[in-house]
């Protein structure tokens, strides 16, 4: 999941990628309540404490979401039109088409749900 904040020096975005969802399992995993950041606008580090991050949604869930949706409309409209429609065809293409659709759409909840729990759950100093 990925954190972001400003430059403590430039007050340009500076964010980093962390694999705990949580600012306790961080707290918890690393024993440090502060993660230590370099700008990439003017390359001063410093250390930036977990409360003052913010998770921020993953671009790629929305994207495959929104690939998903196109490809499962795109790939119905066109083997109906080639294949005719009948019954049995039209579930055999809901499933198709709704499959990866509902997949992508949990992960796609998933990581807004861990972008939630991660900003509404700050850490008692
Ligand atoms: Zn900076």
Redesign the pocket.
Known sequence: MRVHTR??????G?SHYTIYDTRAEYDMRKGTKYINIQ?K????TDDYHLNDLRAVRSPFFGLIFAVSIIAGLVGTFLLSYYTGSSTYQWTVLGMFAGVPFIATSIMFRQNIMKVNAFNQNFLSE
Do not use: G, I
Request: hydrophobic residues 25%.
């Open positions: 430059c403590s020096y430039c007050n340009a500076v700008c606008k003017c390359l001063n």
